[in-house]
């Protein structure tokens, strides 16, 4: 009975104690008036006007033209002191770019001068349009692999080698103008449905893929298969051990061994990133001498051969708009283009977060493209900001974008008198330095954290993993994003709900399976909705809300019967 009467009283003193607040409509709006505001905070979250509010006309010329080309707004600070760390980091990156340059054109199944053309004019438009100070453009292998393994579909780079060309540069001028349409028209969102989970899985695919690529010329064979999976490609391998060079394999086995411990150095003490920078170029020219002096041409080992001198020759004469393979280009630069830019700007940011600065991501898509559509009229394929070469240089003390310039200004010398030390080099060395390259981009503890904070999504990584192994690049990254696409779905359409109890001592409710001293207030439900209400989940809810009510009624005493339920719907807001 004083069970009872203590109840009662305590449920007396809580309705007593409720206040009620009257919820009211926000101001009145016009139809036009809420168009324009959902459109702002769709396209113009960060608001670029803000800064041209209240100021004179002459003021917000200098600020658009500091805006559409940043090297305005640093340039007149720039300095003799940040041009010396500029130009040690710039001589630094143009160490490896060389190489990697030579190496990753191949992997496009491009001839090895097109990626050195590529480290040469795309850096210089990049630092008069980018942002940010760390990010060293050039070839990168994902886009490298996934466009010649596109392009090779349809036309072989052996029969035909002019018309892949063809193509490849004009792919790439369809990858510029679909990166710099999405800054302009600022659908940047568009890049973030490629997940973490999604660019683990589906960079660890294409780095196996990449390196079992590099099998033949690790291994000296001529016939090999120009399909991407993992099966055709060791089927390849072990089909034609005839063709294996035990001269080949082992200088392979030296180089590879060197380069991997020069990386394995420079992860274990930052302050000898040079080791691992400047091993590249060091291998290939011990390798070139090498060959060289024993003739090794003529001992099974094969070699780039001779390479044309001279700066990029234009190229907007090769661009084709027309005939069969139109389809065939779009599509590779709408791949190639994605690829890219996700890379490119998951680089500029990382590295900005670092030194505490802010990297604009549409006017970034806006750099990448209009360098990309530059590098189609100048002989260069798809490049962007790769993260080996972006850490080398912001380890080598990089201030400014003018470490790009210097190292497109080395490229030019090589270019211009230094091509005809390349004749001698051998293919191996440069298969393994693609393999050292891209074991980087194996992320293992990255991995084993997506498994401990979400399955789904290591389910979406692991499915661009070995969609990317046994499917295809392009089909591994597909499959990955449509399960991404559906998780969203359901995170909409089946949100979240539960159920609330009170932190004693204080006004705060919190989870009661996460806060194990909350506790509940008797004839109470008090639920939390953690997603907004809307017409592809009202259904749901309200059939889980019922269920909610029926199953608290059966596990509560008759006496203690369900008098209130309380929704809390901090999630959802009034549009």
Known sequence: METNNACTMHSHCIEMSMEVHQVVPP??????????????????????????????????????????????????KYNLKLFKSDLVSGLTIASLAIPQGISYAKLASLPPIVGLYSSFV????????????????????????????????????????????????????FAGLFQALLGILRLGFIIDFLSKAILIGFMAGAAIIVSLQQLKSLLGITHFTNQMGLIPVMTSVFHNIHEWSWQTILMGICFLV???????????????????????????????????????????????????????????????????????????GLITGILSLTEGIAVGRTFAALKNYKVDGNKEMMAIGFMNVVGSFTSCYVTTGAFSRSAVNNNAGAKTAVSNVVMSVTVMVTLLFLMPLFQYTPNVVLGAIIVTAVIGLIDLPAACNIWKIDKFDFVVMMTAFLGVLFISVQGGLALAVGLSTLKILLQITRPKTVMLGKIPGTDIYRNLDQYKEAVRIPGFLILSIEAPINFANITYLNERTLRWIEEEEDNIKEQLSLRFLVLEMSGNFIR
């Open 258 to 332: 060197l380069l991997l411990l020069a990386r394995h150095v420079s992860i274990r003490k930052p302050k000898l990133f040079w080791v691992s920078a400047g091993a590249p170029l060091m291998c290939v020219i011990i390798s070139t001498l090498l060959v060289f002096a024993i003739k090794a041409q003529n001992h099974g080992i094969s070699v780039i051969g001779k390479l044309q001198e001279g700066i990029n020759p234009p190229s907007w004469n090769m661009l084709l708009f027309h005939g069969s393979h139109l389809d065939l280009v779009m599509k590779t």
């Open 122 to 173: 795309p850096p210089l438009v990049y630092a008069v349009l980018g942002s940010s100070k760390d990010l060293a453009v050039g070839p990168v292998s994902i886009a490298s692999l996934v466009m010649g393994s596109m392009l090779h579909q349809e036309v072989s780079p052996t029969t035909d080698p002019i018309l892949f060309l063809q193509l490849a540069f004009t792919s790439t001028l």
């Open 27 to 76: 101001p009145h709006k016009s139809t036009l008036q809420k168009l324009k505001g959902r459109l702002k905070e769709t396209f113009f979250p960060d608001d670029p006007l803000r800064q041209f509010k209240g100021q004179p006309l002459k003021r917000k010329l200098i600020l658009g033209a500091q805006y559409v080309f940043p090297i305005l707004q640093w340039g007149p």
